[in-house]
């Protein structure tokens, strides 16, 4: 979802629906592409990624964390869209800082 202003202000446009894993640790390094797709043109604000679940490898222990509703993470970044033109936005994840290990040994995720 991208959040999408000043033509729309406050409207959110859904560009893509469904459900994607990525290894976010073997990505450290690497830039992948995550989705292409035509915007308007328009200056856009945020873009809006839902995670609903998270998995956890640990001392060779893999742990699921179910996420319920959604999580949205709001990503504030702004670029325009021109038309006739090709715009790109990279996402940088520090993927060991999504995740703690609270004082009982339980996983939390969370997005800041």
Request: no cysteine; charged share 30%.
């Amino acid at each position: 979802m991208l959040d999408k202003s000043p033509k729309k202000v406050g409207t959110v446009e859904t560009i893509w629906v469904g459900e994607e894993t990525y290894e976010l640790l073997e990505l450290r390094n690497e830039i992948k592409l995550i989705l292409e797709t035509e915007l308007d043109e328009g200056e856009y604000t945020h873009i809006i990624i839902g995670i609903s679940k998270v998995t956890i490898v640990y001392n060779g222990v893999t742990y699921e964390i179910a996420i319920t509703p959604v999580s949205e993470a709001k990503i504030p970044v702004s670029f325009h869209i021109r038309r006739h033109r090709t715009t790109e936005v990279v996402l940088d994840f520090e993927a060991d800082r999504l995740v703690d290990m609270g004082p009982r040994g339980q996983f939390k995720f969370g997005i800041t």
